[in-house]
């Protein structure tokens, strides 16, 4: 049976085919994530790129930054450093960009990886990762321990980092002595990986026990780190020892941190009691190129709520701003800020130059989101200020669709700064 159309038309807008997903999950294996009828499609890899161009007739530029991207990873000092020769890279990165379903524009920004010395990831191993968090094992089909759910996370991750150029990877606990220090050393993806998955489960396979000494193990990092350009990684499921306190001096560390765009920190939450690790969310609205990071499911309910049904939010667009959405403050890390992507950003994190009725399509889709958010109230029992300028903004469409970033945009300047001094 010949398969279905990948990508179509509907009134000009481009989409993924429904028909197509139901025809791939017709053919055995993992069932790939349920088609959003109103998402623009995801193109990750040439091979897509070219199915794009086949099944809509016509050309589709890459974007501009897609292309630069391109060019630079044939650079034989790029490809090499990532363990692959210069005709291998492009269709090696796509092929997992592939499996995870990740828009090819994204690969940009996984490029930045290679500007740091480090790439730290701390997990904490105190008793309570032992607990149910709320994901699902995709083996078991059960619920995972948070311990669980954070090694399978750090298993993608390292997955991902495994086709693109890095120069070091440690893994630490808040408790345990064990540290794996990994390096490419010259070798390609799949035996870097082999090697890389062998330690990792290892250093897993001990249950987690003990305390959460979080603000020491962050402490520890900042100070042997002076100097250095490190991207952090935490990886937790609650307060740490100390309480308020702990978490107020963990905050004024990594607000104050010395070079923050060069020191980025990401917090990932490992848990199904959400109040625990709100004080992540906290530091993360105060602290300049810091993020926090849910499990799928949550971070892809907050996503289509401020930017609407059209961004293509799949599981692979949410591993890649797991780790590099704290160095992109601008885009990746501004999803929830209830500003419209400019089209030029748009164009440059999906991959591809969109026609103007699929950019309408998108800019609809994020203004419909804004109407329809829920206003909360303070403890006073007052509507939230910020809520409800979120809600009432009327955005300039003509403005988003020709400047080349939203933060060049005065109203959006405005906008920022009124709600800056909202929260």
């Known amino acids: 049976m010949t398969p279905p159309k990948k990508y179509i038309k ?13 025809w791939k999950d017709a053919q055995g294996g993992p069932p790939s994530a349920p088609s959003n009828p109103q998402a623009l499609p995801v193109v990750s890899n040439m091979d897509d790129h070219a199915q794009l161009n086949e099944d809509l007739g016509m050309d589709i530029p890459l974007a501009e930054s897609t292309n630069a991207t391109i060019e630079m990873m044939q650079e034989p000092e790029i490809s090499l450093e990532a363990g692959m020769q210069p005709d291998e890279m492009v269709d090696e990165l796509g092929r997992i960009l592939g499996k995870y379903e990740v828009p090819m524009g994204l690969m940009n920004k996984l490029m930045m990886l290679s500007e740091y010395q480090s790439l730290e990831f701390i997990i904490d191993d105190s008793g309570s990762m032992m607990c149910n968090s709320d994901t699902i094992n995709p083996i078991s089909r059960r619920q995972n321990t ?86 952090r990684y935490f990886f937790g499921d609650g307060l740490p020892n100390g309480g308020d306190r702990a978490i107020k001096e963990i905050t004024r560390i990594i607000k104050n941190r010395a070079d923050p ?88 994190l999906l991959g591809v130059e969109h026609n103007e009725e699929s ?17 909360e109230r303070d403890e006073r029992g007052q509507p939230k200020q910020s809520d409800l300028l979120k809600k009432n903004t009327q955005w300039n469409y003509q403005e988003f669709l020709r400047a080349p970033v939203a933060k060049q945009i005065p109203q959006v300047q405005q906008y920022l700064q009124q709600l800056a001094r909202l929260d």
């Not at 950019?359 to 206003?375: G, I, L, P, S, T």
Request: with cysteine; aromatic share 10%.
């Open 10 to 22: 509907v009134n000009g807008v481009m989409k993924m085919n429904p028909e197509y997903k139901r």
């Open 146 to 231: 948070r311990w669980e759910e954070a090694h399978q996370r750090l298993k993608e991750m390292v997955e991902v980092l495994a086709y693109v150029p890095f120069q070091q990877i440690g893994v630490e606990f808040l408790n345990r002595k064990d540290r794996i220090s990994l390096s490419r050393n010259g070798r390609a993806p799949r035996v870097f990986l082999d090697e890389a998955y062998r330690q990792i489960d290892l250093v897993f396979s001990r249950p987690p026990a003990g305390t959460t000494p979080a603000l020491e193990k962050i402490q520890e990092s900042f100070l042997r780190g002076q100097g250095a350009s490190i991207a």
């Open 261 to 348: 765009a060069n020191n980025p920190v990401t917090f990932l939450s490992c848990t199904n009691e959400d109040e625990q690790v709100e004080w992540m969310k906290d530091c993360e609205e105060i602290a300049p190129y810091c993020s926090e990071s849910d499990d799928f499911d949550d971070e892809s309910r907050e996503v289509l709520t401020d930017q609407g049904a059209a961004l293509p939010y799949t599981r692979g667009f949410w591993l890649i701003c797991q780790l590099v959405a704290a160095m992109n403050p601008d885009d990746l890390d501004a999803m929830d800020e209830s500003v419209p992507f400019t089209k030029t950003t748009l164009d440059n």
């Open 359 to 375: 950019y309408r399509h998108y800019f609809n889709c994020f203004v419909q989101a804004q109407q329809k958010k829920v206003v």
